[in-house]
């Protein structure tokens, strides 16, 4: 059953609507990420789940209660946000303890819940510190404690993670979800960042412009884009220009390559544009690599990564990057080579 539901959901700031029709169900217990690039509207829409704005239409519905009449106080809701937003007068005890002060909860109520939070987030040695004597990690630890304590029916985070360096949110991003499981609480999490939203969402919403352009588990939004703005948001992408060769056979033409798309375009005249989206990792210029298709390009670079050395052809004008996986004796393709690509047709998709 649906536990959390965002009805036809719009807002408009004076003349300026930023929430356009956003519709989103989401089950108890779930895990869904807002992905979107900054002033999509992601802020906004978690801000008329907590209640911090009305929405201009539509309804918020939480447990089959219809919340736009109530205060964010009696939507029993916890927050966390990008900024580390703790009380710097109070010490972590103190700042757990706020949300159970203010619902008025006995005091020794109160110390065992803090007790347990703070073994939750793996703090009980901090509790007397100031957040000023702690890490940004720490402080979102502490924050994420203190949305907790008062056990809210939805959680709701904005960013949690973005001040914080590259291994820090790695770690904390894996806490959290760990945190999150361990409780069965319903969360939303916003983000602008793709492999976050990847690597912890039981479901994304991508965002752009004011709506969801796709709705889907990570797998779904990665290997099957709906739109072109998914598909290039969302993982790095090519976008090739082709041009179409024999619509009925599925024949397309990129550079001097004719490839068959596994997708009908028998809609399209021999001679139209087409845009092709392929990843970077679907592509192999092994000769013992699985394919059915090749493309035969000049290396304009190639650079070492770590994990992956990343070249980038020139097939017939459009450029087309793609990756494969360093070892000790790879050797990297030099410019001016000439190259096969090999991938498999159903990873190229009509965008
Ligand atoms: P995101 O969180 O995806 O970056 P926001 O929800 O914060 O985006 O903002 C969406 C759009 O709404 C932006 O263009 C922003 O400038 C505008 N906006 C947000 N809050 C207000 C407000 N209180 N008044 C006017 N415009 C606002
Ligand atoms: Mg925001």
Redesign the pocket.
């Known amino acids: 059953m649906s536990f959390l539901v965002l009805q036809n959901i719009k807002k408009s700031?004076?003349q300026?609507q930023?929430v356009k029709d956003f519709n989103m169900s989401i089950d108890k217990g779930e895990f869904v990420s807002f992905l979107?690039p900054?002033?999509?509207?992601?802020?906004?829409?978690l801000r008329m789940i907590a209640g911090f704005e009305s929405p201009s239409d539509g309804t918020v519905t939480i447990n089959g209660k219809n919340q736009n009449s109530l205060k964010t106080s009696q939507r029993n809701i916890g927050m966390v946000f990008q900024a580390y937003a703790l009380f710097p007068n109070m010490n972590v005890f103190d700042n757990v303890a706020f949300g159970l002060k203010v619902a008025g909860m006995a005091k020794p109520d109160i110390e065992s819940r803090v007790k347990d939070m703070l073994k939750l987030i793996h703090l009980e040695h901090l509790a007397d510190r100031y957040p000023y004597q702690m890490s940004g990690g720490q402080q979102q630890r502490v924050a994420l404690a203190r949305a907790l304590a008062p056990k809210p029916q939805v959680l709701l985070l904005d960013e949690p993670l973005s001040a914080l360096d590259a291994k820090i949110r790695v770690s904390l991003r894996e806490e959290i979800r760990q945190i999150q499981r361990q409780l069965g609480i319903t969360t939303v999490f916003?983000t602008h960042d793709q492999e976050e939203a990847l690597s912890i969402s039981d479901r994304i919403v991508v965002?752009n412009a004011g709506r969801a352009d796709q709705i889907g588990t990570p797998s779904d939004i990665y290997n099957r884009p709906a739109t072109r703005f998914v598909a290039s948001f969302v993982g790095t992408l090519n976008i090739i220009e082709a041009i179409v060769s024999d619509p009925a056979a599925n024949t397309i033409r990129i550079g001097d390559n004719l490839v068959t798309l596994r997708e009908p375009i028998a809609a399209l005249k021999n001679g139209d544009t087409v845009s092709i989206a392929l990843r970077p990792e679907a592509g192999s210029m092994s000769e013992t690599a699985k394919c059915d298709t090749m493309l035969s390009g000049k290396v304009v670079s190639s650079h070492f990564l770590g994990s992956v050395i990343r070249t980038k052809l020139d097939v017939g004008g459009s450029q087309i990057s793609f990756d494969m996986f360093n070892s000790p004796d790879a050797a990297l393709p030099q410019p001016g080579e000439l190259v096969s690509l090999r991938f498999m047709a159903h990873d190229l998709l009509l965008v």
């Open positions: 700031f004076g300026t930023v979107g900054s002033g999509c509207g992601k802020t906004t829409v916003v965002m």
